[in-house]
């Protein structure tokens, strides 16, 4: 990816954790958008079979979200996709640990902070596209 495609990524992520955040909802039109960019600049890239491996880790994480009854929003389970589109499948399941982490991190702030308890919702795809952001520029960079 060059510098210009990672501006272009940052365009489409930004505003979806933005609105993730302030409305726990994503807007279907921008995560079809951030897959489509993925795809046209990354897909012949980082090969075709990478694409079939994340659809189907976002396939079940789409099949967790139905089955917890929206513990997993279907806007995050679909966003797994979409930045998949991006990335390998082992670049994928390393942004998805990070994803984590920086959930953690951020209810471990929330309860030290007092602003809420065990539970207390937080938006997950701020940390999904930081952890996205950081293995694409991992990715990029070496």
Sequence with gaps: MNILQIGGLLLLTVPCA??????RKLPPV???????????FCGGQIGW???????LVAMC?????LITHGAIGIGDA????????????????EM??????????VS???LIAGRGN????IPFAPCLLLAAAFQICAGWLG
């Design 18 to 23: 933005v609105v993730d955040f302030r409305t």
């Design 30 to 40: 921008w995560i079809t958008g951030l897959a489509l960019a993925g795809i046209l």
């Design 49 to 55: 079979h990478h694409l079939g491996i994340n659809s």
């Design 61 to 65: 994480f789409l099949v967790i979200s």
């Design 78 to 93: 679909l966003l797994i996709g979409a930045c998949g589109c991006f990335m390998t499948w082992a670049s994928m399941l």
């Design 96 to 105: 998805l640990l990070l994803a984590l982490i920086f959930a953690a991190g």
């Design 108 to 110: 471990a702030t929330v």
């Design 118 to 121: 065990r539970k207390t919702a």
